[in-house]
């Protein structure tokens, strides 16, 4: 029979300790706290829902502006009614004001960009909320599409 070495010894004894503590820790506290700081940080509590026509090139500016710091995206949808596949681009600007209008020399930063094929409708589910925090306290988007009859709704919470 073989000694076992003080080695072996103690990390089982450490092996063992770390397993009863996590054994011993009830799942629903350390849910709380996750759930907690993931509803303060990522998922806003008050929803915001737009729906618009995109415009063919030119860009268009939309979003809550100065009510809120936080915007977490849900969902995007892209209906193209067009004969040919479109390109939509979606930029976060730094906005002059609170209507969110847009300035094509403002800055910007992109998103995504999205291909729609033609006479489709594209559906992009974010089932962890895609984060905009706002830019000198103000929150403002800008969409524009290759090609024209492209509607978007773009679903999502404020903080």
Known sequence: MRAISSLTKT?????????FLAASMPPAANAAGVRAAYV????PSK???ITMAVPH??????????????????????THEGSGSARVSLRQIKSLGADCRYDPFAPQTRISTFYVQSATMLHIPYPTPLVLE?????ICLVVDSSEANTQMTLNGFLN
Do not use: D
């Not at 990390?11 to 397993?19: F, N």
């Not at 090139?57 to 892209?78: E, Q």
């Not at 706002?134 to 103000?138: H, I, R, V």
């Open 134 to 138: 706002s830019w000198e306290g103000l």
């Open 47 to 49: 929803p915001y829902r």
């Open 57 to 78: 090139f030119g860009g268009v500016g939309f979003g809550p502006g100065a009510s809120t710091g936080v915007l977490g995206i849900s969902s995007i949808s892209f």
């Open 11 to 19: 990390s089982a004894v450490l092996c063992a300790t770390v397993a």
């Open 40 to 43: 303060e940080t990522v998922a």
